[in-house]
């Protein structure tokens, strides 16, 4: 493992007012009325970015009302196409302001500039583009129905907006999943009231100003930061003038919107955690399963919801195989987002260093052989950021709490199989059913093996290959529902069918 040690960040052109983060509520930056606020801190080197303001029910039911207003107002009033055109300007501003989005991203998470530029900012700004095309092309469904007098009924499907949608994301990938749900809200006629966490605020600040340029109307993109129970999250998500919530987050968290979204018959979308295995046939390509396998473990420092945290290799190559992702574990560069040679960057707070670093001391408690890693590393003058090393075991039971919880850390266990139906049962062996990756040249084995995993999705020799038209979400404990192309539909429209005696 190399460790790159100098400065902290100050090659960043991001200007201080950008730093600091201001709700966006019907159009307008405000702080709010709480007169409460907390400091933002870069987990590169716990240094402060900024302040961003608390919101209280004041701002939420203001945030709510502006939202309403434009769904019956202009945003409502709005032709398809020129609903859909706008929003493809807003993708083409965040182009635009490419850098703006990109320094904000990686100043609130320390990720590697590398990836933020390849994969958040590029899809938060496809995320609009996408659900533009989606919207436009709405079919709907429409039967003629016989009826006793020989008259016949017309039937048609009316899809209208579901309202105001109350949009609350995590700080793993902020812009590409606040987006991801705030694109095709947008797209099919809704309005949204965004809460993003508490950890990344700025980007969700910056689209206010995206919004405000193209001339997206007031109150249709509100933002109210906030923490998440007797904050800014449990009132929005308690407010009776949501129409719908989605939610991407831990699983517990859902359970808790659950229960707020219980309140009125609300419904939901929730994209949740993750345990996710790897299945490693001997029959497989090597150099493609370490490589992705490299990628589904470590990627994002590890805080990637579809991430790899359980592997199981067949047997006859379990000691090359662990042999080589440790010895690529080794070699990933921990370091500044801004130096394009790291690939590593640290986790995402203090708070969530120690979580990771509890579950590395549990898996020694365990009985684990720490492969490589299961420490903190010396990053020189910036130690005070949340790093930890990239880490491996092998040895745990298969009820261990290191092989069955969500971690969200850059570390695996990898464990041996014998059998095919072996490596399916333990596969599906967690709580969870949100991902897993198989890999195997034998095609037959690859359409048999994925069509078992209890999963929302299931990659074969490969791993976060993504396409926005395909059904996206979790089986099991890792959500409801599904996102994505035509199947954001079911969540943010209604349904009206009209019959119509002939
Ligand atoms: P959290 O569940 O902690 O937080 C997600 C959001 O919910 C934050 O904005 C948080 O606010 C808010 N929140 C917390 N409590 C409440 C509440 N009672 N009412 C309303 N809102 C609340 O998740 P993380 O941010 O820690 O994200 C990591 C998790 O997200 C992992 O479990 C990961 O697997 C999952 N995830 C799932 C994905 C999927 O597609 N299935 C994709 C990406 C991540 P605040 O931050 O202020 O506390």
Known sequence: MTVHQSKPFESLSIDKARRDAAHFINGEFTQGTTGKSWTNYCPMDNSVIGQVPEGGRAEIDAAVKAAREALDGPWGQMSVVERTNLLA???????????????????????????????????????????????????????????????????????????????????????????????????????????????????????????????????????????????????????????????????????????????????????????????????????????????????????VCLGTERVYVERPIFDEFVKRLKAGAENLKLGRPDDPTTNLGPLISQEHKQKVLSYYKKAVDEGANVITGGGVPDMGDMNDGAWVEPTIWTGLADDAACVQQEIFGPCCHIRPFDTEEEAIKLANSTDYGLAAAVWTENSSRAHRVASKMDVGICWVNSWFLRDLRTAFGGAKASGIGREGGVHSLEFYTEITNICLKL
Not at 136 to 161: I, M, S, W
Request: charged share 20%; glycine share 12%.
């Open 89 to 303: 300007e807003v993708a083409d501003e965040i182009n635009r302001r490419f850098n703006d989005f990109l320094e904000a991203e990686c100043l609130d998470t320390g990720k590697p500039m590398s990836m933020a530029s390849h994969i958040d900012i590029p899809r938060g700004a496809a995320n609009f583009k996408m659900f533009t095309d989606v919207a436009k092309t709405v079919a709907t469904e429409c039967f003629t129905t016989p009826t006793p007098d020989g008259t016949g009924a017309l039937n048609y499907g009316l899809r209208r907006p579901r309202g105001v949608i109350a949009v609350i994301s995590p700080w793993n990938l902020p812009l590409l999943l606040m987006t991801w749900k705030v694109g095709p809200a947008l797209a099919l006629g809704n309005t949204v009231v965004v809460k993003p966490s508490e950890e990344t605020p700025l980007t969700a600040t910056l689209l206010g100003e995206v919004m405000q340029k193209v001339g997206v109307p007031k109150g249709v993109y509100n933002v109210v930061h906030g923490f998440g129970p007797d904050s800014a999250g449990a009132f929005l998500t308690e407010h009776k003038g949501v129409n719908g919530i989605t939610f991407t987050g831990e699983t517990r968290t859902g359970e808790a919107i659950m229960r707020a979204a219980a309140g009125g018959i609300r419904p939901v979308s929730m994209e949740l955690g993750g345990k996710n295995p790897a299945l490693v046939f001997a029959d497989c390509d090597m150099e493609k399963a370490i490589e992705g396998t490299m990628r589904s473990v470590f990627a994002n420092c590890g805080q």
